[in-house]
């Protein structure tokens, strides 16, 4: 009893870690995991953080410098006494012990336009990381209803070859019974090897498909890969509404990472034009420093040399003074760069109207595939549904002998060639809706 009860624990672990590694992954789960580990992504987030450095070091900049330093020195042969100044022939010893101190009291509000400009470039670099972040997702909702398309064409591809199966049955217990030639048997055969030949390549589709979908979200395990199936209240729902290109623009205005990026890196190149003609100006600076010193040569009266504590009490000595430097020539290079940095600002003010240039048309282009997708779903969903119907009446017709094999099979493939539009229109529909959503502001995932 006790093996039996082991046995059955066994097996219903084996059974629950089966169950667990072939669980599905929603749209969410993909590009919540494709947001972690996509390579492309770390790579922008890298130069944000790198951004996010470069301003608070900016910011560090307004403290004062500080620096101590000490030296050794030994002297052979002729040389200055540095305690006496005489010349002296003897070899000595001596060391000294500084600490300094200065601070920019003013440079033509150098560093606060320095600080404002890579604060815009901070923010420019979080932008557009979340504008890849979001390309990241709709690629990953791309790959994800690719699956879920293929998915489909598998399911069409199984249920013609059953139909296929089922002839190919009938027509062989008719050829028993004397009903019909041989020759139909190779006909239902063929038509049978047919659709099995196009199961295998929606098939292999679809696992291409998969691939392309956990390359995009770099899973390294890809065994027992399965994505959620779609929901039977989850179905595609027609909703015919009226869209308009230029009050999407205006929602897209407003949020877009990437023009949102461009904008503060325009802001970045109008204070870096600030931080150029800070040049021009005389910059006066705040100084003091500390320092003390030991001599070998330092004696008393007596010809002793005065111990190490008493000469660093007794030579210490203090400074503290302002210093002003004024710019008078240098070369025109200070003149050189303040036109370079408006040359820049014009070209990035440039970039920033292409993109929106390039966004307007983006979503002109989605409205009007929109309006025509929408008319395209309509329809194939009627011609299905009539060539579901011609099929059905074909394939009765054929049971009772009434029409060949051929006729047969011309309705079966005008209903399977209905299924697949339908599913592809379907599939252009919904990621165009969802494009649309997005450009509106709506939030797609949960990538903020």
């Not at 910059?283 to 660093?312: K, M, P, V, W």
Request: charged share 25%; hydrophobic share 40%; with cysteine.
């Amino acid at each position: 009893m006790a093996l039996k009860l082991k046995a059955f624990l066994l097996l219903l672990s084996f059974f629950t870690l089966k169950v667990q590694a072939q669980s599905s992954w929603s749209l969410e789960e993909c590009v919540a995991y494709a947001m972690v580990h996509n390579l492309e992504v770390k790579d922008f987030e890298y130069v944000s953080q790198s951004g996010k450095e470069n301003y608070r070091q900016s910011i560090r900049n307004l403290l004062p410098r500080i620096d101590a330093s000490t030296g050794y020195n030994i002297n052979y042969g002729r040389s200055t006494d540095p305690f006496t100044n005489d010349v002296v022939t003897n070899e000595f010893f001596s060391n000294g012990y500084s600490l300094s101190s200065s601070i920019d009291l003013f440079q033509g509000f150098l560093k606060m336009n320095a600080i404002k400009t890579s604060r815009f470039i901070y923010e420019a670099n979080l932008q557009e990381t979340l504008q890849q972040k979001y390309l990241l997702a709709f690629r990953v909702m791309r790959a994800f209803y690719d699956v879920r398309f293929y998915e489909e064409l598998v399911e069409v591809a199984k249920g013609q070859t059953e139909v296929s199966q089922a002839n190919y049955s009938l027509v062989k217990r008719q050829i028993e019974l004397g009903l019909k030639a041989g020759a139909d048997l190779y006909e239902s055969e063929s038509l049978l090897l047919s659709d099995k030949l196009n199961l295998t390549q929606s098939e292999n589709k679809l696992e291409l498909a998969k691939l392309q979908l956990m390359q995009e979200m770099n899973l390294e395990d890809r065994d027992n890969f399965y994505v959620a199936r779609k929901k039977q209240e989850d179905g595609f729902q027609q909703v015919f509404q009226a869209i308009h290109t230029d009050s999407i623009y205006q929602q897209a205005e407003n949020f877009l990472p990437l023009l949102k990026a461009q904008e503060f890196r325009i802001n970045a190149a109008r204070k870096q034009i600030d931080v150029n003609r800070a040049y021009l100006y005389p910059s006066l600076s705040l100084y003091a420093n500390i320092g003390t010193g030991y001599f070998q040569t330092t004696r008393d009266t007596l010809g002793n040399t005065i111990e190490f504590r008493n000469q660093i009490r007794d030579n210490t000595y203090r400074a503290v003074g302002l210093s002003l430097n004024i710019p008078i020539s240098r070369g025109w290079s200070t003149r050189s760069r303040i036109k370079q940095s408006k040359i820049d600002l014009l070209r990035v003010e440039n970039n920033f109207e292409i993109q929106k240039q390039t966004v307007y048309n983006d979503i002109q282009q989605l409205v009007v595939e929109n309006k025509a997708l929408q008319n395209e779903y309509a329809q194939s969903l009627q011609k299905v549904k009539a060539q579901e119907l011609t099929f059905l009446i074909a394939q009765r017709r054929y049971e009772k002998g009434l029409i060949s094999i051929l006729e047969l099979t011309s309705a079966k493939n005008l209903f399977s060639a209905a299924q697949n539009e339908n599913l592809e229109v379907g599939l252009r529909l919904e990621v165009n809706n969802s494009t649309i959503d997005f450009y509106r502001g709506v939030s797609l995932f949960n990538i903020q």
